[in-house]
């Protein structure tokens, strides 16, 4: 039988580690929401804004929070790129073809990165303290990443309820035209949109990067997880992700320390599965 | 001197064509209707003066200045606001919230307070239920909302798509109420309806519209008594 | 005969006679990428299936390797003839379509939001198969157990000829498939459901029928391509048979051959695999990732400039010049 202080011990950790998931749920969400359009690719932006970390930390000696803003920026100019090379051309295809658009992107960032980089996992050596309370033990490494994803999650709360151009994002992904008719460029709120989403990719890289290495694919170990969340949540739907985000964290975590690492990675697909089956609209379903 | 005009303009989606070779205009201060059948392509032609549809062929100016073929959001920024067909609010967002989305343009922006007392002190109702989603009003205050946001862009002419559509006759006559009070504000209107009787009362001047082509043209209280009216009356 | 159909057949001797050309020092090279060529243009087509009537799916590794890594494991642990092995994989496969059809087509899910539940999907195919590396082995794959001669019994030949024959016979059958689909009611049903599905529904086609028999019936055939490339490889890996990777080059291959007609997969993968063996000889060894990323690269350039595929812009172009004369002559 498991001692209970080691279920309290992993509940927590998984409390933790759903807050970064809910990062990257949400910034995917948040593009899709708005522009209507998933980017198979957005886990592999988070990748290489781990490398940008990873490497103005390691190999020019940065102070790891300045080298997390250089991440963030780059991640936003990263969106921004994409947006503009990559989605605005094909705005008005298929979606087959935007989806493969975005895939291809995939295939590009992972062989770049390995061609640059190599196979190689790479991490930043943090000496941080580790606490413990009650019996359970909280490291920094986990406790700093988590309290960090919730300042941002409210942040992202209230730029998209109380500043304008938040509620002008909001506005668009419930009514393209009608906000056209408003006299907003579609355009100018996607660039808008994708830098926020690209900026979260690279928040989420830096909080990701103090517990795990980097490598090219990276985007393999928590792209599928942040694709069964979002479809899990609602696509589209921002609590839902919120929601989806911790329930798939606690179970990845509590089955992980009931069994195996592996079967809670099993058990949450089986989970995903069966949700599937029943509300394949997601949690809080959206309505289309 | 007209604000708006269209001459020979030609629009469709696809290979369907909806309008064929429609003129008309509109001067500052005036108040115009464009009635006709469902499918007569009313709809159509608020669109293409918006700026949603591109015309395929004709002129259409605003002010003098050409705007056919730009998007959406540059013709609105030229004074145009349009209020949509259903109406169209935005329904998560609150009513306040709703308002400032009308005032999305800079010149808006600037006098968003004294627009928003204005829309508050014709729509009462708005004021009282500014915190509420706009998803739960009832039709009617939807439209109120809708007629209310286009006003926060403080435009120089208002379209209006079947401002009646889906209202009990209780809210029809209160909207066209409103549309009135506003109009006497100054406001130059373009309204679309299918509602003859009550829009002609409204307006100074209408055009018949029927399968895309305007069939008549002439002042509200002439038109009333033709045999159109009638006709389209009964084809309701 | 019309030149088409002379050209046709033409084509079909000449792919019939291939292993006895004398192409030298090169046949096996040849034989081998021809074998990869048919069953992935086999594996191509079955998804067009799905994705010519806009249920696109990004995952179709789930089905590729359900049908590899069932007959493999069959065969390997309980000697199980890959031909039986095969038919339980399908069944097996198109029991999980069915799971992923029906709620999907109940609840209108379609679009990026389709593509992306099956996507994850096939994700969980490959991270199962990683999971359970006590029987599957993992990341590391496994291989066909030899039967140590050729039999037919264990699917397993020495000679590549024999492959070459087996997946020529198989591309002609899912050709024919193909055909069969194109010219049948369902595919008059399945383009109203993809135009206006109120409409074709309040004709009384039934949609939910149609998409979940047109899903299983892709999510089959790929299985059985699954199975056919296990049987050739003699060795399965979950990156290389499930997963994004592997759906991605799928739908990549066809959509850029052309969805809409019969040998749309068929140049699409020929000329997606020509292009990957020949980045992969240009680049070797020598700059480990820059044949992948030149890859990557040509299919963004692809998808955004050719939209319509090949056949699609080869058709639009022809349209335009037969246009053109006669604007001149007004």
Redesign the interface.
Known sequence: MIEPIFLAEAAINGIMLGGILALLALGLNLIFGVIDIVWIAYVDLVMVCMYVLYFVVQVYGWPFWLGALAAMAFGAALGVGVHLLIITPILGSAPVNQLLATGGLLFFLQSFATFLWTTDHKSVRLALPSWEIGGIFLPATRLIPFAISILALVGLYVFLTRTYVGTAIRAVSQDREAMALMGASPQRIYIVTSAVGGLMAGLAGALLLFQYSVHPFFGGQFGPLTFMICVLGGLGNMVGAFVASFVMSEIISIAGVVWSTEMGYVIAFVVFIVMIFARPGGILARRQ | MSLLELRGVTAGYGHFTALWDVSLSVAAGEAVAVVGPNGAGKTTLLRVISGLIAPRAGDLAFEGAALGGKPAYEIVAHGIAHVPEGRRIFPALTVSDNLKMGAYLPAARRRFAESLERVYALFPVLAERRAQRAGSLSGGEQQMLAIGRALMSRPKLILLDEPSMGLAPVMVLRVFDLIRRIREEGYTILVVEQNVRQVLKLVDRAYLLEVGRIKMEGRAAELGEQDFVRKAYVGL | MSPGRALGLALAALLAAGPFLPLGGMQEYVIHVMVQIFIWSFIGGAWSLM?RF?L?S?GHGAFLGLGAYATTLLWNFWGLTPWLGGVLAVLLTAVVAV??A???SR???I???F???T???G??V???I????NWTGGSLGVSLRPAGRDSLVAMQFADKRVFYYAAFVLWLLGLWVWARVDRSMARSAMEAIGEDETAAASVGIHITRFKIGITVLSASLTAVGGVAYAQYISYVNPDTLA???VS?RI??AV?LGG?YSLLGATVGTALTIALGEYLRIVFGLK???????I???L??VF??FL?SGIYGSLRGLVARVGRAPARAGV
């Open positions: 994705g806009g696109v990004l799971i992923v029906y709620p999907c609840f209108r899910v679009g990026h939001y593509a992306l539940v996507l994850a999907v994700e969980v490959r991270l199962l990683i999971a359970e590396r997963g994004i990777g991605l739908v990549f959509v969805m700059f480990i990732g820059m044949a992948e990323t890859y990557g690269l299919l963004i998808i955004i939209p």
